[in-house]
């Protein structure tokens, strides 16, 4: 997809939102753009675990991400006229991280393997959308866009607290 009319309206300003709302170009890849958008969640949630961050860092984080979100996607659809293209992936690299919480609170002793079990997870949640994730993408503007992630990483985060409990992970 190209907006070459954004980009000459919105000038430079239109090129970074664009860059940054794509996960820094992931999201323009054709197939599977959120799977490969996820990919950056899965990078922050792996930084957060290495460096140690607690409950505040993890939500401090996840907090950060929902309001840059939120902005970006607000901005994105000002430039180039248009909600929440598949190219679109900072709620996808956003929401990621909630999944992880229940493996990272306390720490996993398996972490990596939750990372991989977490992304199966967010990604089943995300494309089946099953309800009410899928109303959720009716929400207004930027809200609209992230909130169906956001509870996509809040299901998948119920699953990860299953396997936690049951100390499977």
Known sequence: MDYP????????????VRFVATGFGIGRIR???????????????WLLFEAGAGWFGWISTIVALHVAGLLVCRLYAQYFHTKDP???VVDEIAAFPIT???????????FTVALMIGFVFFRI??????????????LPGPLGVMADDTLAGMCSAACMWCLVWGKWL
Request: neutral net charge.
């Open 31 to 45: 197939n599977a753009p959120g799977t490969w958008g996820t990919l950056w969640g899965v990078l922050i949630s």
């Open 125 to 138: 949640f995300d494309i089946a959308k099953p309800p009410p994730i899928k109303q959720l993408e009716q």
């Open 86 to 88: 598949g190219e679109l």
């Open 100 to 110: 992880m919480l229940p493996a990272a609170m306390p720490p996993s002793s398996s």
């Open 5 to 16: 009319a954004a980009q000459k309206t919105g000038g430079a300003a239109a090129v970074i």
